[in-house]
């Protein structure tokens, strides 16, 4: 228990700069002391005692803010900071070295008796406000934003954002599939990214997936022709007109106003001599 106790106060000191002494961790850090409630409850709770497990853990939320289900399984080094508004469910699971923020809720998306809460990794990190809900997997070294909502698997070292979350794309698969919608959208005649930039998210990822879509066509078509060719076929090879931008007013983006002539007639000075 005394152990347990050790790592967690040498956890927060790693990981919230704030942390001044131990007398302070012991005293004034809600996710340190509803850590020590919820030992007491789960061990109450594996006992069979019901009630009086529930019954700890409610003086635990009403003390700290942090509410743990005593059937929650929690691993070791399990860092709450700020806490308040934290709620972790009955079935959820997590491993060890996870941190989670204030506003996180560890949550259930079913009536029906069984697994319906969350199991986290090791070296999960949940930012503030995030709801990750159902009996899904957190793989480890995974990274949750801030009032992100995930209901489904995230694979281990991943980061999540948005509502649904997403997977962010690592920097060199996104920096290759920016330079691939770049060249499409260039070859249709306009430029996606300046028409992406003030759309709703969802818009610019249905576009994005066009240009995908249409980069493969297009790359099938070459090799089709260049098939074609090899064995003497006769392939049109006349200029595709390209996509006029004034043909897609309020998707292109419009060319900038010409600025007003000056007028002819210069102004009279209004000084008075």
């Not at 040498?10 to 809600?30: G, H, K, Q, S």
């Not at 934003?145 to 649904?164: E, M, Q, W």
């Not at 260039?186 to 980069?215: C, E, Q, T, W």
């Not at 998707?251 to 102004?267: N, V």
Request: glycine share 10%; proline share 6%.
């Amino acid at each position: 228990m005394f152990e347990r106790l050790r790592e967690d106060i040498a956890c927060v000191f790693e990981r919230d700069p704030a942390a001044r002494n131990t007398f302070e961790v012991l005293t004034a850090y809600p996710g340190i002391h509803a850590l020590m409630v919820h030992r007491a409850s789960a061990w109450l709770w594996r006992r069979g005692w019901f009630w009086f497990a529930r019954f700890v853990a409610h003086l635990g939320r009403w003390l700290t803010g942090i509410e743990i289900h005593p059937g929650a399984r929690i691993g070791r080094r399990f860092f709450i900071d700020h806490g308040m508004g934290v709620v972790i469910g009955e079935t959820a699971e997590i491993g060890d070295d996870c941190t989670i923020y204030h506003g996180v809720t560890l949550g259930g998306t079913s009536w029906q008796k069984g697994k319906r809460h969350p199991t986290l990794g090791n070296n999960v990190v949940i930012g503030a406000g995030a709801k990750v809900l159902g009996p899904i997997c957190i793989g480890d070294g995974a990274r949750v934003g801030s009032n992100a909502v995930v209901l489904k698997d995230v694979p281990d070292g991943a980061t999540v954002v948005g509502i649904p979350g997403r997977i962010v794309t690592p920097a060199a698969e996104r920096a290759v599939e920016e330079a691939r919608r770049e060249a499409m959208a260039r070859k249709m005649g306009f430029d996606a990214y300046g028409m992406s930039k003030d759309m709703p998210d969802p818009v610019a990822n249905a576009i994005n997936r066009i240009l995908d879509h249409l980069h493969t066509l297009d790359q099938r078509m070459e090799e089709t022709s260049h098939a074609l060719r090899q064995i003497g076929g006769d392939v049109d090879d006349s200029h595709i007109p390209e996509i006029d931008p004034k043909d897609m007013p309020g998707i292109a983006p419009e060319p900038a106003l010409q600025s007003e002539a000056p007028s002819e007639t210069p102004q009279k000075s209004a000084v008075n001599s």
